[in-house]
């Protein structure tokens, strides 16, 4: 994979040869991303993400063009769904929520509304598209959750969000085991690069390398989700306050070591942001509000919420249009 896109980057590569290296690096992208390396998985996609053009090849129409290798990608649905779905795991696995959330979340609403007017429903696989985007879904329940800030998502995938996950999250705010149920059923099956033991493969004992490796992965994420519970609860307590001293607070949270606590909430929010160009990316928080401490007094301040009217107003004509089809839909006999 790396030799064809190696080749097919240079300039005087012909379109056979760009082809291969832009859906190469698309496969190389699932495969670092199924083996648990999530920044090569990102790192893959720098060919996609280039300014690669690609010629028409000879013999094309007369009206034909020259594409990018975004273009390349969009006009294949299964390449646009794939190359999305594992870049989104891989963003969720760095703690890059926002980029996260706005992959899955452009796609995902695409998707539904495809699958709305039947669009989707008409093409080859739509059954496999239905199921992969309900996966996609099950991944921004738990980056909209794990991350509360304001508009990452469309209302409309917000709601399909609460619509098919609600009861999981609702046991997530009560204490209950959550996360991993949901992981498990987004999650892509991982792989292990290392050779099997083909000579304990008989023995009722020998281990299985694939189990091996989606365990590993499991138990990955939810190490980064252990703690979770416990900072949904410190945000909802500062939440409350402008300022409230350290040892106050640390009897709300009933918290050993507070103080580390509130240290590690600020850095796990801290993160790459890349703002849809993965060659400009810097550091921001996805935190709704602000702290610092000062003479061991906590003042908080937060976050101004920029108040998105056209989501309302999409809703609402989305809405309307769903009240017209079931309406047409309705047989009248006079």
């Known amino acids: 994979l790396h030799r064809l896109i190696a080749v ?12 291969l290296a832009i859906f190469s690096s698309l496969t190389l992208c699932r495969l670092e991303c199924l083996l648990g390396d999530y920044t090569s998985s990102l790192t893959a996609l720098a060919t996609i993400q280039s300014s690669l053009t690609v010629q028409p090849p000879r013999g094309s129409d007369e009206d034909a063009k020259s594409m990018t290798a975004q273009e390349v990608i969009d006009s294949v649905f299964a390449a646009t769904v794939s190359m999305t779905y594992h870049a989104g795991v891989s963003y969720l696995m760095l703690r890059r ?34 199921k992969l985007y309900d996966r996609m879904i099950a991944l921004l329940a738990i980056i909209t959750h794990a991350c509360p800030s304001h508009g990452l998502v469309d209302e409309s ?10 009861n999981q ?12 149920d949901l992981f498990i059923y987004a999650c892509p099956k991982f792989i292990t690069p290392s050779v099997p033991q083909y000579e304990d493969a008989m023995t009722k004992v020998a281990p299985n390398a694939h189990d091996t490796a989606y365990k590993l992965q ?3 994420f939810m190490n980064e989700m252990s703690n979770q519970q416990t900072m949904m609860k410190l945000r909802s307590y500062m939440k409350l306050y402008t300022s409230i001293s350290v040892e106050k607070l640390g009897r ?11 240290l590690s909430y600020k850095q ?9 160009n993965a060659n400009e990316e810097k550091f921001g928080t996805v935190m709704d509000i602000h702290y610092y401490i000062k003479d061991d007094i906590i003042h908080v301040d937060e976050a101004e919420k920029q108040n998105r009217f056209e989501n309302f107003f999409m809703s ?19």
């Not at 796990?268 to 849809?276: D, Y």
């Not at 769903?322 to 047409?328: A, G, S, Y």
């Open 268 to 276: 796990k929010m801290r993160q790459l942001e890349s703002e849809g």
């Open 252 to 262: 709300l949270v009933q918290e050993e070591e507070f103080e580390s606590l509130l």
């Open 218 to 220: 499991v138990n990955h």
């Open 169 to 180: 999250l609702s046991k997530i705010e009560a204490g209950e085991e959550g996360y991993e």
């Open 316 to 334: 609402q004509i989305s809405m309307a249009s769903d009240v017209k089809k079931d309406i047409e839909g309705i047989s009248v006999e006079l």
């Open 97 to 130: 929520y926002k980029d996260a959330s706005r992959v899955l979340g452009g796609i995902c609403a695409t998707m539904r509304r495809g699958f709305q007017s039947g669009q989707y429903k008409k093409i080859a696989g739509s059954e496999q598209y239905s």
């Open 8 to 19: 097919g980057t240079k300039s005087d590569a012909t379109p056979a040869f760009q082809y």
């Open 157 to 166: 995938i917000s709601n399909a969000v609460r619509e098919k996950h609600g």
